[in-house]
């Protein structure tokens, strides 16, 4: 069974960074699609950024802000974030497709994601 397990949230000033981190176990994250994804209170997830062997996709919010990239040696999944925002605040999950070595179209949703982390909360003080 996957686990995931995320670490480097907490809470930074307006126009920090975080590194966001992915750790899994009995999965490879070099086969398959893979993603971040987030949720503030009162609002629904949204896929944040994904990857497969195609390389990387965001939406429009973190572009040239955030940047997915996978750990090859230690297995690892990372989400450096940088110029960070209020409206970045969110509790932040790792998650990994099981079947499939491309992201849906629609992976924003969560679609062909398989296995999802715990979540790990992301707070930027104004």
């Known amino acids: 069974q996957v686990q995931l397990v995320e670490s480097g949230g907490g809470s930074v000033q307006v126009g920090g960074s975080l590194r966001l981190s992915c750790k899994a176990r009995?999965?490879?994250?070099?086969?398959?699609?893979v993603g971040w994804f987030r949720q503030a209170p009162g609002k629904e997830r949204e896929g944040v950024a994904a990857?497969?062997?195609?390389?990387?996709r965001y939406i429009d919010s973190v572009k040239d802000r955030f940047t997915i990239s996978k750990d090859y040696a230690e297995n690892t999944l990372n989400l450096q974030m940088n110029d960070l925002r209020p409206e970045d605040s969110a509790t932040y999950f790792c998650?990994?497709?099981?079947?499939?070595?491309?992201?849906?179209?629609?992976w924003g949703t969560g679609s062909g994601m398989d296995s999802w982390g715990k979540g790990i909360l992301v707070t930027v003080a104004s």
């Open positions: 009995q999965y490879t994250f070099s086969h398959y699609c």
């Open positions: 998650a990994v497709a099981e079947l499939f070595g491309r992201c849906e179209p629609d």
């Open positions: 990857i497969d062997r195609k390389g990387a």
